[in-house]
């Protein structure tokens, strides 16, 4: 057996508790594995924080302040479990989820993330998890609902992020530094980091016989609004590429598209209403504001070109589509995850941006 802390991130989310923690630690509960139940609260000022103490006594509680994602970074350098599963507060887990979820972390010392598969609250609709990448007017984008991702959604596999439901190793975590603040209030932080950990040589697995369940941007649509959400997205994709992508193919897919998106906004402009005018020049510019303001230039990464091309273009949706068609999907992605084949990835990714 081994010691899993499931960690809760919360912010003025009393009802989401109320709803989804029940099926937190029933999960932990079932689990052979020794687990404890935490919720980080990102200083809610509703009554998070006092239903917890009535009605969950043993959960753990952590507070923090309103750094998203990020608030992970702290409280996993607190804990001293072998994994950790972060979870949404939107999140509902079925009762036989942990063991799958966190099995490829305890027998692979390269396996540094897994994702389960996830549906919406309706139980029929389904969210991703494997999701894949494509290119999309000069940027990458994450999608889950691409042509055949029907007939492959259930088969388990290599992935190249997670979302709102992920189990991790938490010694590299750690090492990877976690979640990057300069995404705040969030959005594509978690590709950042999958993204981050395939480049320091790590990978990250999809696993459908765990099953999770999301409300969908919960807390995001009560705070933000969906116009603003929409932004943040926009954004930080923006970021992603400019922080993450040093190929020289990638760099002019990118700046050779940006002409055509500020041409696009123009001629959308008479036709939308306020909020979406210029919403790619908007985006754009506060991008270069977040950019300078963390001085996000002067510390950037060296990458490995061949590195950075086989993580594009080994989880573009297509490769993975044709794989499936021959069957052979599985045998690919165990075959990459034993031999380093870098090529050979097939994945999925969440979290992108139009």
Not at 175 to 198: I, K, M
Not at 281 to 299: F, M, N, P, T, V
Request: hydrophobic letters at 40%; glycine letters at 6%; proline letters at 4%.
């Amino acid at each position: 057996m081994t010691a899993i802390d499931l960690v809760v991130l919360n912010y003025n989310g009393r009802r989401l508790l109320e709803e989804c923690l029940p099926s937190v630690t029933e999960a932990a509960q079932t689990s052979r594995h020794v687990c404890r139940v935490a919720v980080i609260d990102n200083g809610s000022s509703d009554d998070s924080l006092a239903f917890l103490s009535s009605a969950y006594p043993r959960v753990r509680q952590f507070r923090s302040s309103n750094r998203g994602l990020c608030s992970y970074n702290d409280v996993l350098a607190r804990l001293d479990s072998r994994v950790v599963v972060l979870l949404n507060n939107d999140i509902k887990l079925s009762p036989s989820s942990i063991d799958p979820l966190v099995a490829p972390l305890l027998v692979d010392s390269r396996c540094f993330m897994t994702a389960p598969l996830c549906w919406l609250f309706d139980g029929q609709t389904y969210e991703g998890l494997q999701t894949a990448i494509r290119w999309r007017w000069g940027l990458v984008q994450a999608i889950s609902d691409y042509p055949g991702y029907e007939r492959v959604m259930g088969t388990a596999c290599l992935t190249a992020s997670a979302g709102a439901v992920m189990a991790v190793d938490r010694e590299r975590f750690s090492e990877l530094g976690g979640f990057d603040p300069l995404y705040l209030p969030g959005r594509l932080e978690d590709l950042d980091f999958a993204f981050r950990a395939y480049m320091a040589g790590y990978h990250a697995r999809y696993v459908p016989a765990a099953v999770a369940y999301h409300e969908g941007e919960a807390t995001f649509r009560k705070e933000l609004g969906t116009e603003r959400s929409t932004a943040l997205a926009l954004r930080n994709t923006l970021l992603f590429h400019w922080k993450n992508l040093r190929h020289p193919w990638h760099l002019l897919r990118h700046t050779a598209a940006l002409p055509a998106r500020f041409a696009l906004d123009c001629l959308r402009a008479p036709f939308v209403r306020g909020g979406q005018r210029f919403r790619f020049s908007k985006a754009y510019i506060e991008a270069l504001a977040r950019w300078r303001q963390h001085d996000a230039a002067g510390c950037l990464p060296k990458r490995s070109w061949r590195r950075e091309r086989a993580f594009i273009a080994g989880f573009d949706w297509r490769q993975f589509a044709a794989a499936e068609r021959r069957g052979l999907a599985e045998s690919s992605a165990r075959r990459a995850a034993t031999q380093g084949s870098d090529e050979n990835l097939l994945c999925g990714v969440a979290g992108g941006a139009n």
